[in-house]
């Protein structure tokens, strides 16, 4: 990957391929990568970031431009929001509850009312959790209990949740499309005064943004679950596009290529916002919940996730 005069080339053993940097919001780098200063300090000037996964998709890292927005005030206030327990709790209960309310949504379409009915109810103990480490539990529970089914809507073995490694094909879906999820949540923190390793739900620690794992359970229902269910209902994915061993189950590379880019696509379709009554993408949606928690630790309002009505 190079800088060619005022735009990116990458160069392969066959061909240059010239792409348009206006048209690149972030890469992802998923196979070996030569790339210099020189190519950096361009993408940097153009705010794009770029993403490493190892030979197995699994995320690992990322370079980040330089903050091009930077706000001491609000960092004062998202450690403020961290450090009281009471504050910390009320936004982890309220990232949860928007989390619970997105995965039942999903089973609510496709009738499961038992499962929507333990939901129901694990919402309602939210109110009533006062720790950190209950409301965890909770969104644990309920999880549970949505991976319950999903053997029954995709018609694939499915176990639970496995994660390092996955052990089935639908666990690697999972953690591929969470780690897709993440980097974008991460490039619109980016694009906000928000220090991304600052987070409510999990807890900040060494060499993770954890902000982007907050906001990720909001999302994850929506912009992953949904894409996995799409993919296999129609059969675009098959057991061709996963490397099965003993032990774990990846996606091949021709897999990898499918998925990123139904997700790509997924990310610029755009929905009539409920509130704003006009069409937005579905990764803006990501940034307007960024705006709204922004304005929560600045006491405008309170915090309210993106919960999905459609």
């Not at 327990?85 to 089973?107: F, Q, S, Y």
């Not at 038992?114 to 939901?119: P, R």
């Not at 094909?169 to 923190?189: D, P, R, V």
């Not at 794992?213 to 929506?222: G, H, Q, S, T």
Request: net charge positive; with cysteine.
């Amino acid at each position: 990957m190079r800088r060619k005069d005022d735009t990116l080339a990458l160069e392969t053993s066959e061909e240059r391929r010239i792409i348009p940097v206006e048209d690149v919001d972030h890469i992802y780098c998923f196979s070996e990568m030569d790339l210099n200063t020189r190519l950096l300090e361009f993408l940097s000037q153009k705010q794009i970031c770029v993403h490493f996964f190892n030979y197995y998709g699994h995320y690992s890292g990322s370079f980040i431009p330089r903050d091009a927005l930077l706000s001491g005030f609000l960092i004062v206030k998202q450690v403020e929001h961290y450090l009281d327990e009471k504050k910390r709790l009320v936004l982890a209960r309220i990232l949860v509850d928007g989390a619970i309310h997105n995965i039942r949504r999903n089973l609510e379409k496709r009738e499961y009312e038992e499962s929507c009915n333990c939901l129901d109810d694990y919402r309602k103990l939210l109110g009533e959790a006062s720790s950190i480490e209950k409301v965890m539990s909770i969104e644990a529970h309920a999880r549970k209990i949505y991976y319950s089914n999903w053997a029954d809507i995709t018609g694939w073995d499915f176990q639970g949740r496995s994660k390092r490694p996955p052990g089935n094909a639908l666990n690697a879906l999972i953690s591929f499309g969470n780690a897709l999820l993440y980097t974008a949540i991460l490039k619109e923190i980016h694009r906000t005064a928000l220090n991304p390793t600052i987070s409510y739900l999990h807890e900040p620690s060494e060499r993770r943004y954890s902000l982007a794992l907050d906001i990720a359970e909001i999302f994850k229902p929506v912009l992953v679950d949904r894409l996995i269910f799409r993919l296999i209902n129609l059969n675009m994915l098959q057991e061709k596009h996963f490397d099965n061993n003993i032990n774990f189950v990846y996606l091949t590379e021709e897999g990898r290529r499918l998925f990123v880019k139904e997700f790509e696509e997924l990310m610029e379709k755009t929905i009539t916002h409920r509130s704003l009554k006009r069409k937005i993408r579905y990764k803006s949606l990501i940034r307007l919940d960024l705006y709204k928690l922004i304005k929560h630790l600045l006491g405008e309002v309170t915090f309210t996730p993106m919960k999905v009505w459609w």
